[in-house]
């Protein structure tokens, strides 16, 4: 019955190598990188899902969709600010022009996650609520743009700092 209690803590993946950052579990993941950008590919695909089935008005569809796309970047926004954000903000601390980066990019996220989930939260019963069509598409349309240019820069300036502790 309490044998549980007695068990060897379970060792870091190998993928970890074992490297915590400051006074942080935090460790350095060498897929991390490639996971995001996955996670971002597949954010996209669900984004076209959704344009696909709203632009032939199938809100029903766009609806299950919607969910889809917030249970996924819910995730994914979770992973990049306890994997990523705490992880180069100890990394970095030291550094004040990548550590403002950082911050600046983190901030930035909550701004735009906190829109984007109030989006979604709208537009959750959109399949049976046929007073939320009209406004639809033109607010979906700029939540993409913003979106997509937030992972553009992610993946081309905030990743790259994304390094293994010295």
Do not use: C, W
Not at 58 to 66: A, I, M, S
């Amino acid at each position: 019955m309490f044998f549980g209690l007695f068990k060897k803590k379970p060792e870091p993946d190998d993928d970890d190598q074992n490297i915590a950052v400051g006074n942080t579990n935090i460790r350095y993941k060498p897929d991390l990188i490639d996971d995001l950008k996955s996670d971002h590919a597949h954010l996209l695909n669900v984004y076209t899902d959704i344009k696909i089935a709203s632009d032939s008005k199938d809100f029903t569809k766009v609806e299950e969709h919607l969910i889809t796309f917030r249970n996924e970047l819910e995730d994914h926004l979770l992973k990049e600010k306890i994997n990523l954000y705490i992880y180069l903000s100890h990394l970095l601390k030291s550094d004040a022009t990548n550590a403002s980066l950082i911050s600046g990019f983190r901030k930035e996220m909550d701004g735009i996650s906190s829109i984007v989930m109030k989006f979604l939260v709208k537009y959750e019963s959109i399949g049976t609520d046929i007073n939320l069509h009209n406004s639809f598409q033109k607010e979906f349309a700029t939540i993409g743009e913003v979106l997509g240019q937030r992972i553009k820069r992610e993946e081309s300036q905030l990743y790259s700092l994304y390094v293994p502790p010295s």
